[in-house]
């Protein structure tokens, strides 16, 4: 039904800057009707919300360990979602999930479509 395709992922230095982008794609899948997450998983450590965005783009939200750092934004007519992160720092670290849900917003522990991940790098 939806199909959800990471990029964007590399290596960087600490306070590097990247720009993960989420194409979505899929029969049903219309943009202005899908809320839009990233998730994050590093080594030994439980998936953790990063940013999420209404399906409108209105609202936006993040955890405190990104906030003033990242921002989501999202294309409809391109069907495409962004993570800009800047002021990278080595515990940034992790496979950056790309998420959506059917609604106006994404529920806390995700919506059920999910990108297959890509990894971020941060080095020390």
């Known amino acids: 039904q939806v199909q959800l395709v990471e990029s964007g992922g590399g290596l960087v230095q600490t306070g590097g800057s990247l720009r993960l982008s989420c194409a979505a794609s899929g029969r049903t899948f219309s943009s202005s009707r899908y809320a839009m997450a990233w998730f994050r998983q590093a080594p030994g450590k439980e998936r953790e919300f990063v940013a999420a965005i209404t399906r409108s783009g209105g609202s936006k939200d993040y955890s405190d360990s990104v906030k003033g750092r990242f921002t989501i934004s999202r294309d409809n007519a391109e069907n495409t979602v962004y993570l800009q992160m800047n002021s990278l720092k080595p515990e940034d670290t992790a496979v950056y999930y790309c998420?959506?849900?059917?609604?106006?917003?994404?529920?806390?522990?995700?919506?059920?479509?999910w990108g297959q991940g890509t990894q971020v790098t941060v080095s020390s």
């Open positions: 998420n959506a849900a059917y609604g106006v917003a994404v529920p806390t522990k995700g919506g059920p479509y």
